[in-house]
């Protein structure tokens, strides 16, 4: 009989599998940072418990595209800055992605909040634009112009924070405790310019950021640079105090409450 390829794959299969993916080279891309001061009332309103703000409230926008051979891809993030327990780092609310594959692996296992979507950068000579867009609508975009070259910094450890959780089959929260995930990524950078411009929050009902105005601009930057991550569950999480939280997950947060009509598949 010829192989049926839902079957079970072999145990020799499973571990190739995992060999390669843990021999990758290093997959650099050239992606456009934006950072500003919001408003803090606007960041201590997104952060579901027990993440808590900064001293300092910081957006921060990144569109980045992703050489991969013969696959190139578009990835974007659009965080607040948060804290945990001691740790600092970003809190994302919508990550968008231009392919199925990196959007997969990021939802379920680790917990990003990542989506189908658009995801630009363009250079012509000095000047950069770059946005993410879903919908039809740009809603971050960072234009301007390359400035000068700035010092190549020190590789250095960022955190993530994300929630893991599924929804309940009945509609009724969670299936288990959601799980609150520190994604560790050690980055490295062989280029780094500065850009002179601005960041343009459009709104948008699926991707509502323009609530997090800009009030001062810190950085703009476009540089080439290279991560791993890896991520650990550092605490369960109270369900009842994320489930207000579950609609940032979602273009419609009604969709999780959706079941099948009876006798369909």
């Not at 804290?83 to 939802?107: C, F, K, N, Q, S």
């Not at 002179?196 to 991707?207: H, I, K, N, Q």
Request: hydrophobic letters at 40%; aromatic letters at 6%.
């Amino acid at each position: 009989m010829a192989r049926v390829r839902y079957g079970a794959r072999t145990e020799a299969e499973i571990a190739a599998a995992r060999t390669a993916s843990s021999r990758l080279p290093d997959i650099w891309s050239t992606g456009v940072v934006a950072i500003w001061e919001t408003d803090p009332d606007a960041v201590a309103a997104v952060l579901p418990p027990p993440l808590k703000p900064t001293d300092r409230p910081l957006a921060r926008v990144s569109v980045s595209k992703v050489d991969l051979p013969g696959y190139p891809l578009g990835a974007g993030s659009f965080a607040v800055a948060a804290a945990h327990d001691g740790v600092e780092g970003w809190y994302p609310l919508v990550m968008p992605m231009t392919h199925e594959r990196a959007l997969i692996g990021g939802r379920e296992v680790f917990g990003e909040p990542k989506k189908l979507g658009e995801v630009v950068v363009e250079r012509d000579g000095l000047v950069v634009r770059a946005f993410l867009a879903r919908h039809g609508i740009a809603f971050a975009e960072v234009r301007g112009a390359v400035a000068g070259e700035l010092p190549v910094p020190e590789p250095v450890q960022k955190t993530d924070f994300y929630f893991k959780f599924l929804p309940a089959v009945d509609g009724s929260g969670f299936d288990a405790d959601p799980v609150l995930v520190h994604c560790l990524r050690n980055e490295k950078v062989r280029r780094l310019e500065r850009i002179t411009g601005d960041v343009v929050l459009r709104e948008s009902m699926y991707d509502p950021v323009a609530d997090l105005p800009v009030r001062r601009l810190v950085e703009i930057t476009i540089g080439e640079k290279t991560s791993d991550q890896r991520g650990k569950v550092v605490e369960r999480v109270d369900a009842r105090a994320l489930l207000p939280y579950i609609h940032q997950r979602y273009d419609d947060p009604a969709q999780v409450l959706d079941a099948p009509p009876e006798g369909s598949a």
